[in-house]
């Protein structure tokens, strides 16, 4: 409790509010341009943050993330583009009703649903996050083990493509987590010689690069559309009351989809958006409204997807799981003020986590005010085109490698990583499995050599303790339920 | 069509699938292929490349005391079993579309992005000797010229505006080492 108080007035100087105003925002403009992803948006920017106090510049980058989930709300409205991949299903119908002279309207419903969203997530992750911070604490390193494992394996299955391809991109991501100086021995892991590998692959070089290198040359690799029509906004942002009054059922059922579905791994705003849509019009009495340019589906979608932020966060602040790239983003930025991810998190960088806590629900009531002065200016970046902005990204990725240890050799490896990445794609493989297991991956080492100590190296242990044993459970069937063996058993037992 | 019939560049190859040679790829690579085809051969050498990195960390931990090579040892493991798991299923994919014949997707302009690719690995060799403020504006003045990204006086004063935006945000005000070269 006290250190809710202590988060709540660290938050309240004037240097915080500033920079959740900043980010906010910046993240209504990044998340507006098409060529952009939040995630990349948190990616290029941290180098802003280097030099400030962590509670600060993490403040900053997760108002950010909370902006672009509605900055992606503008593209989406005005050109039929979603800004960020977790806008699409707003979308369906919110372009209609800009093309009806509704756009503004759209817009707004699009606001309000999000603040009522991501004010339901904040609470739910001041109130959740400190109960299973508690519980994590009592971990020990065979607990932790399981965790960390557990992590991995619903992020590598969950996220799209093939299990096969999401576990290996942990898998290599846990692997170069282990090159560097081992933290137990002193032994040079895999550093074939070089001195500069001593000090291991950092891990914000390599978020870097394989968040934005393969994204800048997506953008340049595929012809435009010919000239987007905008669609201006001449009405009025926002609905009134009884408009509001009929769609709260659906707005608050979005926000419990994205709690919900932030809190598990590997799922994120995209899967929130299209699962609370398709419920909003389930529940709905006017299902044939749907995709008409009905305010309804603008809000279904939108309230998910701002709750998902927040929701996401529970995992990566109680766990030291990230649950999503942009969060695993925002663990960089936290590992880089020297703050190690785990379930020490709410107990001794208290004062940095629940400034960063109260700096999420203020940045809703921030992106609210910040939407209403500067969406209609906003709708200038949606016409920059992927080609100037391609080499912006280069530009900043390069800044941003370099100025982490002064080093140019980091520019090198963040442009290999964003290479690999690139071909990952080709390939279908997901970069954010790889991302998660290179933070998680010293966790793993760490909780792997202190449980096989106290065992006196039987493997055994991971299976006797209760804790475990159900986490490595689950982990499997998570692993499993993406397999067609898992299908055939479902079509059996259907059968019957 | 037989199964074992492979397709490059519209000719039909015969070549059994599962014993594909390094000829092949490489004539895939370079000839280009239909997608399905192309796909199969990207997954092959995802393969290849998988399990070479777990084959080199495999041997570079066995000289490393026992604390510390434990997880790489597993992990080796996995990544091997992973990527067989992997290449098995991208065969069984590529059985499917060879009796499916699927469409082609929209093309890509995969020379740009080669050249893309080649002017930023000059652009980040060059810098450090030159510094950053002497090679970024060339770097998107050259870029943005290649890439038709505007007309001319856009281009010029995109690149002037990002630079003082740059200097005046990340030198003046956040202090953030930039690679100057000389002019440091």
Redesign the interface.
């Known amino acids: 409790m006290e250190n809710i108080l202590l988060g709540l007035s660290n938050v309240l100087t004037i240097t915080n509010l500033l920079a959740i105003i900043v980010g906010t925002a910046m993240g209504l403009f990044v998340g507006a341009m098409p060529g952009l992803s939040a995630t990349m948006a948190i990616a290029l920017l941290l180098?802003?943050t280097?030099?400030m106090d962590p509670a600060t510049g993490i403040s900053m980058l997760a108002s950010l993330y909370l902006a672009a989930m509605y900055g992606g709300s503008i593209a989406a409205i005005l050109i039929r583009t979603p800004g960020t991949p977790a806008a699409a299903a707003t979308v369906l119908d919110g372009y209609p009703m800009s093309q009806n002279g509704q756009a503004g309207k759209a817009l707004g419903v699009s606001l309000v649903a999000s603040l009522i969203g991501g004010i339901m997530s904040s609470i739910a992750l001041l109130t959740v996050a400190p109960i299973l911070g508690k519980v994590a604490l009592e971990f020990g390193p065979v607990e932790l083990f399981a965790v960390a494992v557990l992590g991995m394996t619903i992020i590598g299955s969950l996220s799209q493509g093939?299990v096969?391809?999401g576990?290996?991109s942990g898998?290599?991501g846990?692997?170069v987590a282990?090159v560097g100086m081992?933290s137990?021995?002193g032994?040079a892991?895999?550093t074939?010689g070089t001195t500069y590998l001593l000090s291991g692959v950092s891990f914000v070089v390599a978020l870097i690069g394989l968040f934005s290198i393969p994204q800048a040359?997506k953008l340049?690799?595929?012809?435009e559309d010919v000239v987007r029509k905008i669609n201006s906004i001449k009405d009025k942002m926002l609905p009134t009351w009884t408009e509001l009054k009929g769609m709260l059922v659906t707005i608050i059922r979005g926000g419990l989809i994205g709690i919900g579905v932030g809190l598990v791994p590997g799922t994120g705003g995209d899967t929130a958006c299209w699962f609370s849509y398709n419920e909003a019009k389930r529940f709905s009495k006017d299902k044939e409204k749907f995709g008409t340019g009905f305010p309804e589906g603008v809000a279904a979608a939108e309230s998910a997807n701002n709750a998902v932020v927040a929701g996401a966060l529970i995992p990566t602040l109680a766990l030291g799981i990230p649950g999503s790239s942009a969060t695993a983003v925002l663990m960089g930025a936290l590992m880089m003020h020297g703050i190690v991810p785990g379930p020490t998190l709410m107990t001794e960088y208290a004062d940095v986590t629940y400034t960063l806590i109260w700096a999420v629900l203020l940045a809703n009531i921030a992106l609210f005010f910040v939407g209403l002065a500067f969406t209609r200016v906003s709708i200038h970046v949606t016409r920059v085109?992927n080609?100037?902005i391609?080499?912006?990204i280069?530009?900043l990725t390069?800044?941003g490698s370099?100025?982490i240890n002064?080093s140019?050799y980091d520019?090198?490896l963040m442009?290999g990583f964003g290479?690999l990445g690139y071909?990952?794609d080709?390939?279908n493989?997901q970069t954010a499995p790889m991302v998660v297991g290179l933070i998680l991956g010293s966790m793993?080492?760490n909780s792997?050599?202190q449980s096989?100590l106290i065992s006196k190296g039987s493997w055994l242990i991971f299976i006797k303790n209760p804790i475990s044993l159900t986490l490595l459970i689950i982990a499997l069937l998570s692993i499993l339920q993406s397999t067609p063996l898992f299908g055939m058993i479902r079509r059996k037992i259907k059968s019957y | 069509m037989s199964l074992d019939m492979l397709i490059i560049m519209g000719k039909r190859v015969v070549s059994p699938p599962l014993f594909v040679s390094l000829n092949w790829i490489i004539l895939v690579l370079i000839r280009g292929g239909r997608l399905f085809v192309r796909r199969l051969v990207y997954h092959l050498i995802a393969f290849m490349v998988a399990v070479i990195f777990a084959v080199v960390f495999y041997v570079d931990s066995l000289e490393l005391p026992d604390s510390a090579n434990q997880l790489p040892q597993l992990i080796s493991y996995i990544i091997a079993i992973l990527a067989t798991g992997m290449l098995i299923s991208a065969f069984l994919d590529y059985r499917k579309n060879v009796k499916n014949e699927e469409e082609e997707p929209g093309k890509i302009n995969a020379m740009r992005a080669v050249i893309f690719v080649g002017i930023v690995t000059l652009y980040i060799f060059i810098l450090n000797m030159v510094g950053y403020f002497i090679t970024t504006p060339i770097f998107m003045l050259s870029t943005f010229y290649y890439l038709k990204s505007s007309n001319n006086r856009n281009i010029v004063l995109i690149t002037i505006g990002f630079i003082l935006f740059v200097y005046i945000l990340f030198v003046k005000l956040l202090n953030l080492p930039i690679p100057m070269g000389p002019m440091s």
């Open positions: 180098p802003v280097f030099n093939s096969f391809k576990l290996l898998a290599i846990v692997m282990m081992d137990i021995s032994a892991r895999f074939f040359i340049i690799q595929k012809d085109p080609k100037v391609a080499p912006i280069v530009v390069v800044i370099f100025s002064n140019i520019v090198y442009f290479l071909f990952m080709k390939i493989m793993l080492g792997l050599f096989l």
